[in-house]
């Protein structure tokens, strides 16, 4: 009783300070950190006019001015600057680093500038870095060009193998979402990483990536573009490439690194939002395509065009390079399917045989077949060799609207009867994971193809185990703010306090019914051991009593043999013979009344013993749930000290996302559901072909369209 008594008295304080304290965390004014940062006045425009020519006046132009251009290179006048000399352009706007002029002025080669001169002065070598690193502009009115050339490395190449080292995961990234909305719109593109546990989902003016095993949110990338239609992880598992845009408006395909989040290049500038792309495997050619029925490639070394691609005749709706990076697959809505050379852009083979809008392609591992899924609800399988058809079954009745290969052969399907399904290449349909609460849009397999994620209509994200059908998560297409988890936070925090509370209350009472318990067993043990000390001394006596009544039957025997001598005698020890039988039976009543009230004393005795140990066991279950509860408590404040800590990190981070926003403006696009409902399924919404464009081109979309979500 004292021991546990000691335990549960000090943890009620301490917990009901630890859960004051996470609760005041919780709570702790968040406009700190913003008012703060304004406090920070916006970092000045570093140009040429204001900071770079009186450096340059200073120290270059006797050399490189208006009156001598040695090398042909004049550094006064900004047009001069960036035309560059006879060696070719010395500034790289955005990459001081491959900048021939900051390398000669920072003594990183040779001819050093100035010549027989001493380095330029730290702050001026600092302002020459700074102009160029911020776009090399030419006065405070001006705005930075992005730099053509990616920003990390993309020429290592994956290929079909799982690339050596530990897969690319997300890590340090924000998971404030850009924009929180009531309602979701339709999952316009799923990716799942080939080698790691990470599906990335299209949301609005923003990409989410969550773990395929825990189903929790890893960060958010902003992708304010506005919608992607269209997402791939590279071969390599490394990059993320999203393409979509405004419809009607703009287009473009936007690659990130996974590991880091940050956007590494962009190409692309559609005049309507871009429905599919790809990457291919060496990192070296992204591909894309839409309503414009025009496929475009370009290189990723400098965002050229290599070559176009004028063959389809309506919108294109998937574009995906073969695993080798030998081929490419392209189809459209009219059910063209072409394959071409991914170098030269040649075409290789046509392949026939869908009758209606051809919405998915995906290759097998090993670059020989091909599988497209159709709005005629068909899926097939084609081999590259003579481009013969050698596999096709009925996916989903009313049509198919997507279809993935994994790494094992197996394809999942998504359609219009409401159902994700799992397939072998022979047409067996292994598992049917459903039925959603509308037409589903997308599914992908896992990296290790045990589970399958897939959305529907409604914004709605399953993630099932393929082995069985059960379904594991569900992934918020649509996550709610930091804030909004930390007032969820709080609001738990609260329920766990008055849960402590209970609890601490509900212990003190069985500790105080234990204490009377015991207390009452302890005096019924006493006056049993009383009780059993007056039976001992009573048998005692019994046993003195049957030994005086012998002694007096002896002497009673030899009296009666002396009768005849001594009648008086024999008289008397008579009468004391009846005296001492009386005796003794009252003696023996008595023991038999002891007897029993001993008996009784022992029973209620162990009946107390029973009560006790019912009551220290309650006691032992009480504290256990105290104990958990302050637990949760525990855990509960350390949740959210880390949203409070994540939404301190994404505020701070707001200002350069809002400068980064500026370079594409800040769309605002919305959507309403109403529309969602009478636009093509595959078409982006408000496109020019939707707003009722007069070409043959730009044809409305008919009932027949796949994107027509109910007939």
Known sequence: MFRLSAVASPLRPVMITVVVMLIAMVNRPTHLAAAEEAKKKPEPKINYEDHIKPIFRENCFFCHGQDETKSDLALDNFARVMQGGASG??????????????????????????????????????????????????????????????????????????????????????????????????????????????????????????????????GVLPFPEGIAHVLRFSR??????????????????????????????????????????????????????????????????????????????????????????????TADRSGGLFVWEAETGREYMTLKGHTASVTAVSWRLDSNVVASGSEDATVRLWEMQNGRQI?????????????????????????????????????????????????????????????????????????????????????????????????????????????????????????????????????????AATDVAALKKSQDEQGTAMKLAAAKTAAAKEAAAKLAAAQAAAKKAQDELKAAQQTAKEKAVMVDQLAKRTAAEKAKAEK??????????????????????????AAARTAAQKAAAEKAAFEAASHSQASAANQHGSPQESRSSGKWRTRPLFAPRGSREHAGGKAHSRARATPSDFAVKKL
């Not at 593109?189 to 990335?200: D, E």
């Not at 140990?613 to 509860?629: C, H, L, M, S």
């Open 89 to 218: 352009e010395v500034i790289v706007p955005g990459d001081p680093d491959g900048s021939r002029l900051w390398k000669l002025v920072a003594h990183k080669e040779k001819p050093e500038m100035p010549p027989e001169s001493d380095k330029l002065a730290d702050e001026e070598l600092a302002l020459i870095r700074k102009w160029i690193e911020m776009g090399a502009l030419e006065n405070a009115g001006s705005k930075a060009k992005l730099p053509k050339k990616p920003m990390i490395d993309l020429t290592a190449s994956g290929g079909s193998q799982k690339p050596a080292g530990t897969p690319a995961m997300p890590a340090g990234l924000t998971r404030q979402p850009v924009v929180y909305t009531a309602a979701t719109s339709p999952v316009s593109a799923m990716a799942s990483s080939p080698w790691a546990p990470l599906v990335a989902i299209a949301g609005e003016r923003q990409i989410l990536l969550y773990h395929s095993d825990s189903g929790a949110l890893l």
């Open 236 to 329: 390599s598992g490394t990059l993320l490439l999203a393409g979509g845009g405004h419809a009607s408006k703009s287009g473009h395909v936007v690659v990130f690194d996974v590991a880091t989040g940050k956007r590494v290049m962009e190409v692309g500038d559609e005049l309507d939002a871009v429905l599919a792309a790809d990457i291919n495997e060496d990192h070296t050619m992204i591909a894309l395509g839409g309503p414009s029925r025009v496929v475009r490639v370009y290189a990723t070394a400098d965002g050229s065009l290599v070559y176009d691609i004028h063959k389809h005749t309506d919108w294109i709706n998937s574009i995906e390079f073969s695993p080798d990076g030998v081929l490419l697959a």
């Open 391 to 527: 596999k096709g079954w009925t996916g989903h009745g009313g049509g198919t609207a997507s279809v993935q290969f994994t790494h094992d052969g197996r394809l999942v399907t998504t359609g219009r009867d409401k159902y994700v399904k799992v397939w072998d290449q022979n047409g067996k349909q292994l598992v049917a994971l459903g039925p959603m609460n509308d037409i589903t849009l997308a599914a992908v397999f896992t990296h290790d193809g045990k589970r399958v994620a897939g959305g529907d209509w409604t914004g709605e994200i399953r993630l099932w185990n393929v082995q069985g059908g059960q379904q594991v998560a569900t992934l918020p297409q649509n996550p709610p703010t930091l804030e909004m988890v930390a007032q969820a936070t709080s609001a738990r925090a609260a329920a766990l306090e008055a849960e402590a509370q209970r609890l601490a209350k509900e212990s003190a009472a069985a500790e105080k019914l234990l204490a009377d318990a015991t207390a009452q067993a302890t005096a019924s043990v006493k006056q």
């Open 608 to 633: 107390l013993a029973a009560k006790k140990a019912e009551v220290a066991k309650a006691v032992a279950t009480k504290q256990a749930a105290a104990k958990t509860a302050a637990e949760k408590a």
